[in-house]
């Protein structure tokens, strides 16, 4: 025996089938979404070999870092990815040409690479200094900082660095020139970042200094205080500790 299918249940079936497929879009949407801070200017993965750091990165994620130049009196190199629009990562690691200078993020000692700290873009940093000047938060700088790129361009950027990071858990702050292309624009692209955070074991205190800064990075509770960050790229995610 036919059954007879009413005009009435396949509007209904066809209002389903729209409704499901809208909704699996979202979530396809949701996942592709970045999960990083907004202000968040680039993370730093640091390494005591800049080559090892690049291929534990292109191993994961399918996308392999650009060299990116030296910072003359600081005894560090690096290699750059982006990570979507004003984000990026910085592989960085010990200079061999620059044997004496002080080994400020104790690379040398990383066996395997880690997050050795994070900037943040918060905007004009004259005026975010009066604003923490405001708020009684010790700091040094905006001090000018420049690198030159392989091409021979030259990268222009201020920066401000708080008294007390909370052992690097809080970033350092960066304002680029004018006329600086921003590194993520350039960068060898494909990658994204999937998760960025901080834990501590006092999330509470922390956050209210978050607040003050304006940041908008996620805070978890957790017996080790570090931070860290997920990023994937066409072959693959990779999980980054500090």
Not at 18 to 33: Q, T
Not at 113 to 119: D, N
Request: aromatic share 4%; hydrophobic share 45%; glycine share 10%.
């Amino acid at each position: 025996m036919r059954r007879t299918i009413s005009r009435r249940s396949l509007l209904s079936a066809g209002a389903g089938i729209l409704v499901a497929a809208a909704a699996r879009a979202e979530v396809l949407v949701s996942a592709e979404k970045e999960e990083g801070p907004v202000m968040l200017d680039h993370i730093l993965l640091g390494c005591a070999v800049l080559t090892s750091g690049i291929e534990v990165v292109a191993k994961r994620t399918g996308v392999r870092a650009a060299f990116g130049g030296v910072h003359p009196g600081r005894g560090t190199s690096n290699a750059l990815l982006s990570l979507g629009e004003k984000h990026y990562l910085e592989i960085i690691a010990l200079d061999p040409l620059q044997s004496d200078a002080p080994d400020h993020y104790g690379l040398a000692k990383l066996i395997v690479p880690r997050l050795v700290g994070w900037a943040a873009h918060p905007g004009d940093l004259n005026s975010f200094a009066t604003r923490l000047r405001d708020a009684d938060i010790a700091f040094d700088g905006p001090n000018p900082g420049s690198r030159k790129r392989p091409d021979g361009r030259i990268l222009q950027w201020k920066t401000l660095n708080l008294r007390d990071d909370r052992d690097g858990l809080l970033p350092f702050f960066i304002e680029w020139s004018a006329d600086t292309v921003h590194p993520s624009a350039d960068a060898p692209a494909g990658c994204r970042i999937v998760r960025f955070e901080i834990a501590t074991r006092e999330p509470e205190q922390l956050s209210k200094t978050v607040a003050i800064l304006g940041l908008d990075v996620k805070i978890a509770k957790a017996e080790k205080a570090q931070l860290r960050a997920t990023i994937a790229g066409p072959k693959g995610e990779l999980a980054l500790t500090s």
